[in-house]
Nanobody, 120 residues
């Protein structure tokens, strides 16, 4: 079982920055892909950024050049640095990891979500 603890959301003005953090804990063999998703009111949850264990990254077109995802394999942690924030970035942001258990197949796990509000 994997537990995810998220932090770093809040209210920020347009053009501002925020850093989200997520740490995985529990009993597992390995954390594989780590990612951040977001869901705005009335919209579907969407992938914001993902990073493999080897460090390869992918981003939604809407955040390329503004957001940076990074991870620390030793701490089972993933961060999302968000800059030049826009009102359209307002959403609940969720940490997602794929973890391989000691026995069995890999599974996906979700954090509880952290609110990011971009408003003047």
């Amino acid at each position: 079982q994997v537990q995810l603890a998220e932090s770093g959301g809040g209210l920020v003005q347009p053009g501002g920055s925020l850093r989200l953090a997520c740490a995985a804990s529990g009993v597992f063999f390995r954390i594989n892909t780590m990612a951040w998703y977001r869901q705005a009111p009335g919209k579907q949850r969407e992938l914001v950024a993902g990073i493999t264990r080897g460090g390869s990254t992918n981003y939604a077109d809407s955040v390329k050049g503004r957001f940076t995802i990074s991870r620390d394999n030793g701490k089972n942690a993933v961060d999302l640095e968000m800059t030049s924030l826009k009102p359209d970035d307002t959403a609940v942001y969720y940490c997602n990891v794929q973890a391989t258990p000691l026995v069995g197949r890999a599974s996906n796990y979700w954090g509880q979500g952290t609110q990011v509000t971009v408003s003047s």
